[in-house]
């Protein structure tokens, strides 16, 4: 059974850190690219970033320089340290593995945690 379990969510102060883990299980962890994506009330749910099996990772452009997606293969865990935190990055933040085997993209996703920036 494909399991991502994320966690480390709460609230934070403007400026605060929070560090996100998904751990995952059902599945070859180190063949999947592992991504980050939030979706805050009333949006579309977007990328933060994504690391694939080989560790290459990929940022949108308002999470550069703040955020860090990283894994350990070892713990079948993916990590999303967040710095700087501004209002704006309130939202749900899901957890995703993805990978494409001739042609067809298999997709598992978390049940999501909660991140609020708020004073």
């Known amino acids: 059974q494909v399991q991502l379990v994320e966690s480390g969510g709460g609230l934070v102060q403007p400026g605060g850190s929070l560090r996100l883990s998904c751990l995952a299980s059902g599945f070859t962890f180190s063949r999947y690219e592992m991504s980050w994506y939030r979706q805050a009330p009333g949006k579309e749910r977007e990328l933060v970033a994504a690391?694939?099996?080989?560790?290459?990772?990929n940022y949108a452009d308002s999470m550069k320089g703040r955020f860090t997606i990283s894994r350990d293969n070892a713990k079948n865990t993916v990590y999303l340290q967040m710095n700087s935190l501004k209002p704006e990055d309130t939202a749900v933040y899901y957890c995703?593995?993805?990978?494409?085997?001739?042609?067809?993209?298999?997709?598992?996703w978390g049940q999501g945690t909660q991140v609020t920036v708020a004073s």
């Open positions: 995703n593995a993805r990978r494409s085997i001739l042609g067809h993209t298999i997709d598992y």
């Open positions: 690391i694939t099996s080989g560790g290459s990772t």
